[in-house]
């Protein structure tokens, strides 16, 4: 009971801090694929330790260690649309102590290892059909 109020109150000071994070990135993969592949990025790659995560909720808390120190990071997926209204996925990044400079160079990175695994992003769904005329107004001439 005592690890689930903790685990609970510091994933609500991790979501807390990412409402305040500027540090976000969308990408052109829908979310189904972007999730495994982060958590690898985040696990793998960078070699962090997870402390908890639900990908039903979207979000990834992790520790990193540098210089000695430990900092408390999360990673908040989203869906969304990207400008060519494609299925995407919206990565916010929090490390509590660090400059957002690092957070914004750890989501490049991950970007980079989604092209490298998922390939281009699928092309763009045609653009909607134009609405047809009102078939009252469409041929009277107007006087």
Known sequence: MKKAVIGA?????CLGALALADTAHTVSYPYERVWPASVRFLRVDLK????EKDQDSGYVLFEMVDGGKT???ALQLSRARDAER??????????AGRPSY???ALL?????KLKEELGDP?????PPAAPAP???????PKP
């Not at 962090?48 to 402390?51: A, T, W, Y």
Request: aromatic fraction near 2%.
């Open 9 to 13: 109150i510091l994933l609500l000071a």
């Open 48 to 51: 962090l330790k997870i402390v």
């Open 71 to 73: 900092f408390q990071g």
């Open 86 to 95: 494609r299925d995407a996925t919206r990565l916010a990044l929090k490390i």
């Open 102 to 104: 690092m957070e914004d």
């Open 108 to 112: 490049v990175k991950l970007e980079r």
């Open 122 to 126: 699928a092309p763009p769904p045609p």
């Open 134 to 140: 009102d078939a009252g107004t469409a041929d009277k």
